[in-house]
């Protein structure tokens, strides 16, 4: 399948305009790009958690969803499409559908790490030919910015504010793509919207793998995050430079780093233009922007090794 | 009426549940195993894994992610049922209302059981009565038979288009489920025909007509939820003509209740589930003795069927209402007794009503106890005066 653009414009969006996400939201740039990687000719069930992405794409009696699609709630949306695509073998098995469909799942990182990981976690045992993308903008942005499973060590959030006592959030996040690989399912990536041909490419593994897969996809938001609206591909970037984000997929279990940054620029390139990570600037939270570069280093040795690629 | 049915076996109601499911053959089940509704899981594993159905059997990881397979595949156009109780339907709650709340018929078999905590695995009402204003139909059963033919007429009620709400299929956990019971089965084909296919008339895999199932909705809500408040209404005469329809193919009646000497009775007793076998028998020595006692045994708990229960009232004295769970409103009783209490509210002439909590966390009702509690109404009917409007039947005080 290619990846050229002058291919790629032909496709028909599935998510269209007049949706009333931000604009310079990074979620539907994430949604956009995993289905230019959907083939063509079978047909989509779309299924979101609550948040963003669900809350402005579906305000009744409007869709911008070019396709079916499914809200239940917030910690299911997996269990959910679990149904739908059972449902999918089964009526297919016994004739009563003819069409080719495929199932993919958008989740908030608050849907994804934390309150739907036990969902997703059966669904992916269970083995169920889904696609599920985790847009990750790093905390509860439909509720109000909250701290999740995903939010970086030092964050600002709402519930993770800095004061006298604290320098935002403590604990650093979750590897919840670690924790997704060792379900052993057939295709596992971790993606940045900076990154389009990447993100494409892997989508288009994911849709073609046997089984579930799974992709991890950056997606900045300005209002979480405290920066220019205009600015959100590069953060994303940035996030990729610095290592903050590394690209790689485990294809059948074996792991492949798809992006090496020519030079690892310092994280605090990344940090520094966003107000949620500001207040770590100052002198007395040093330490802390020193905890994190470390946390990225050791982490991306970690990938590295992984990967093959460290000396 | 003759007996209709090819097959009468001795069976457990688990596994007579299990068999009107095999007979159904619904295209997706997803469920979560829990005492005392494991059986109903096992034996339904066994039959799919033995090719005798076309379901999709998805062994999923809590009874949440159930109920929502079941929404992702009733939104899909399958018909689908699950079967679950106590805990595990607490765990169901939010999901019960988005069932409903997107009008997706399915059957889910609730085998009674009590709350934690502290924990118990025994028979009480208390699970399903949680979930009462979830807008799921709910039927009791008041042995197995009752469960294996409120099954299969639970699928015609649920995908009738007046109606298209789930349904419960409510089953005493251990007296019923546990317990070996003469039950006599309709015959494959007749059941096949009974159900018939599910038409759905909005499916997610449907090309020419992709829908947005469970939009995000200001300005509609309320209509919404008017719509499934006259749902729940049109389902009182559903009920009945599919009852009509059930009795052609088993010989065997149901309607909202089920009544014993009411047309003469100058008190009654309004119980649901296995315990209305010991009442009954109760009512039957009273009235041999001449005594003119009353019963009804209330079948269909969501519809509540105030007019109907009314008039079969209209010429009792007094009414006991036995509750197998309480609503902790601070002394106001059952929820069987408040709402029919409430729905007298308006009849000029009132029945003398008391209640009788019984039977919590399986405590058992005796042919004693309800002997007992009969010779206390016969009391409060004969001086018109009830001492005590609330009273906990077989509780140690
Ligand atoms: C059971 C439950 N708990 C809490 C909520 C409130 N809630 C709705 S969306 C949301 C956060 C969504 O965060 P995320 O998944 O990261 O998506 P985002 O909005 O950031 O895109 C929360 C807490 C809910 N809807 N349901
Ligand atoms: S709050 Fe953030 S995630 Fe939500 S729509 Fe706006 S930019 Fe996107
Ligand atoms: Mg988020």
Known sequence: MSTKLKDLVKKEDVLTSGHRLCAGCGAPV?????????????????????GCLEVSTTIYPYSSWNASYIHCAFENVASTLSGSEAAYRSLKKQGKIKDDYRFVAFGGDGGTYDIGLQALSGALERGHRMVYVCYNNEAYMNTGIQRSGAT?????????????????????????TGIVAAHNIPYVAQASISNWRDVVKKAQKAFAADGP???NILAPCHRGWRYPMEETIELARLAVQTCVWPLYEIENGKWNLTTKPKEKKPVEEYLKPQGRFAHLFKDENREVLKSIQEYVDKDWERIKRLCGEAE | MAVINSKTVAIVGNEAVAEAMRQINPDVVAAYPITPQTDIVQAFSAIAADGLVDTELVNVESEHSAMSACIGAASSGARVMTATCSQGLGLMWELLYIAS????????????????????????????MGARDSGWIQLFSENAQEAYDNIIQAVRISEHPDVYLPVMVLMDGFIISHAVDRVDLIDDEKVKNF???RNAPFTM?????PVCVGPFVHSYYFEFKRQQEEAMANALPVIKNVSDEFEKISGRTYGLFETLGMEDAEFAVIAQGSGAGTIRHQVECLRSNGIRAGMIKL???????????????SGVKTVAVFDRSTTFAGGMGGPVFNELRSSFYEQE???????????????????????????????MNSSGKAEQKINYLGLRE
């Open chain 2, 195 to 197: 159900v018939g296919e």
């Open chain 1, 30 to 50: 994430a949604v956009r790009q995993i289905l230019m990687g959907a083939p063509d000719d079978v047909e989509l069930v779309v299924a979101n958690p609550t």
């Open chain 2, 205 to 209: 895999l449907d090309p020419n007509n």
């Open chain 1, 152 to 176: 970086m060590k030092g964050a600002w959030t709402s519930t993770s504010p800095h004061g006298k006592d604290s320098y935002g959030k403590t604990e650093n996040r979750k590897d919840l």
């Open chain 2, 101 to 128: 709340g997107l009008r997706l018929p399915m059957v889910m078999p609730n085998v009674n059981r009590s709350l934690s905590a502290p924990i118990n695995i025994h028979c009480d009402h208390s699970d399903s």
């Open chain 2, 299 to 313: 079948r269909s708990f969501r519809p509540f069927p105030a007019e109907e229960l009314i008039k079969a009232l």
């Open chain 2, 349 to 379: 002439a009132k029945p003398l009503m008391v209640n009788y909590v019984y039977g919590l966390g399986g405590r058992d009702l005796s042919v004693e106890l309800v002997k007992k509690a009969m010779e206390e109404i016969l009391e």
């Open chain 1, 213 to 215: 897969s799974f992709i």
